[in-house]
């Protein structure tokens, strides 16, 4: 038996092709999480935090008022000050909800509780409305103390949460500008084939591109970033030239071929990634569309996962190798199959898998039709796909059924 080992000592390319099941668990374990990224509190919503935010002092960190009113010291009536000086016994001032509670303060009095008047000279009283509520000078009443929120040292946000808006606000008031969050994987695209055209009605020989207006749509549901497109013919040095230049910023940590995974005089996959010094970590499937699918590793400890051409092929090998390696790139768990009851008979097909775009009806899994390596359109109407054994399965046995990247994206 070939066997190739990679970094973490897994034995990855064999004679015999992977089972399905084999070929996600190779993706997923053949690369680890990507180091974790700073990144300004709006960019990180949405994103799973890699380190606690914690309170770094009391919050809120001065003692505030929670009405609109006067601050007063001990029991009424008042004399009113100038807002903001430290207040005596018998002293008031004037405050806004928010503001900061002067020394002294033992209360703030509401607007609607008490009642100002000015003595012949011209000094100020400030009495409780005869409405009043009883404990409307009790101490304490309306202030909010420091640290009632928080105090210093607390975590806040443990690491590993993924980020709702109401974290980010969260962190906003605790003083945070950067958080630091696991770094997704970035994924470019290289659309292979001289025969695909972009735009229009396709002449003969020729297909429309089924990948280009879809793929960074994709990657996004599978918890990625686009790193862009490129386009390019049927020749090897093209292959080379796509595959070997490093497009300018951002590196990508994974591309993405489409085509050219044959065994046709145009198909160069193989072939570019062994001139860059690379290596196949898996190389075809024991699966149905799709079984050309290969995952390979260049120097520079890049992945690139090449999709057969036809369609529903390249999309089902996406989910198998693609779904996989992102997720652990970003640190997320393998996606596990749910078990669901199969509303068809379903012939066998030995030594493979089959992958059937289905939908559920009634908790029942049926495949959809029109669902040839070829085709999209028993796709479009999926809301998972099924993995049958090669051996089939009867109606009203249970069948592995994942969802797709749309009906169920990734964070
Ligand atoms: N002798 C054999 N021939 C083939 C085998 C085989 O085992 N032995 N396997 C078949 C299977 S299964 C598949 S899948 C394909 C894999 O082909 P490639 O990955 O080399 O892809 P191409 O040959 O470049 O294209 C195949 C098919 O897909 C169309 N295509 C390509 N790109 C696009 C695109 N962007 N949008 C829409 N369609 C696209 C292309 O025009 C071809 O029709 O090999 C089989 N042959
Ligand atoms: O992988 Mo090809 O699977 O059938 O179109």
């Known amino acids: 038996m070939l066997t190739q080992e990679t970094a973490a000592g897994t034995s990855l390319l064999r004679r015999h092709a992977p089972t399905w099941a084999e070929a996600r668990q190779l993706a997923y374990h053949c690369g680890g999480p990507l180091p974790p990224v700073n990144v300004t509190l709006r960019d990180a919503i949405g994103r799973t935090l890699t380190s606690a935010v914690t309170a770094q002092r009391n919050l809120p960190h001065y003692a505030s008022s929670a009405m609109d009113g006067w601050a007063t010291h001990g029991s009424g009536p008042w004399t009113l000050t100038a807002p903001g000086r430290q207040l005596s016994a018998g002293e008031a ?19 609607e509780s008490g009642h100002v008047s000015a003595d012949g000279s011209g000094i100020q009283r400030l009495t409780l409305t005869p409405d009043a509520k009883p404990d409307e000078a009790h101490p304490g009443r309306h202030i909010r103390p420091a640290g ?4 210093a040292g607390d975590v806040l946000i443990p690491a590993g949460t993924h980020l709702n808006p109401a974290h980010i606000a969260l962190a906003a008031v605790a003083g945070h500008d950067y958080l630091q969050v696991q770094r997704k994987p970035r994924a470019a ?19 429309r591109d089924a990948f280009g207006p879809q793929l960074d749509a994709v990657i996004l549901q599978l918890g990625a970033e686009p790193a862009g497109q490129l386009r390019i013919g049927d020749s090897y040095e093209e292959w080379l030239a ?27 996959f193989r072939d570019a990634i062994a001139a860059l010094g690379g290596r196949l970590l898996l190389d075809g499937i024991a699966m149905r569309p799709g079984h050309p699918a290969v995952l390979a590793e260049l120097p520079d400890g890049r992945f690139v996962i090449g999709l057969p051409g036809n369609p529903l092929a390249a999309m089902m090998a996406l989910m198998t190798l ?7 790139l970003g640190n997320r ?4 199959a749910r078990l669901v009851t199969s509303g068809a008979d379903i012939e066998p097909c030995p030594g493979r898998t089959r992958l059937m775009p289905c939908t559920s009806i009634h908790d029942l899994a049926f495949p959809t039709s029109r669902t040839g390596p070829g085709m999209m359109r028993g796709l479009a109407w999926a809301d998972g796909y099924m993995a049958v054994p090669p051996e089939g399965v009867a109606a009203g046995a249970p069948v592995s059924v994942l969802p797709l990247p749309w009906t169920a994206p990734s964070v």
């Open 322 to 328: 693609g779904e996989p390696l992102l997720a652990a």
């Open 93 to 111: 001032s004037v405050i806004a909800t928010g503001g900061l509670v002067p020394a002294g303060a033992t209360t703030v009095l509401r607007k």
């Open 333 to 336: 768990p393998l996606r596990a």
């Open 148 to 151: 009632e929120e928080a105090t």
């Open 189 to 207: 695209v290289v659309l292979t084939g001289s025969e695909v055209v972009t735009s229009g009605e396709p002449g003969p020989g020729q297909v």
């Open 242 to 268: 796509a595959l070997g230049d490093v497009p300018e910023g951002l590196p990508p940590d994974v591309t993405i071929t489409t085509g050219g995974t044959g065994k046709s005089g145009t198909d160069h």
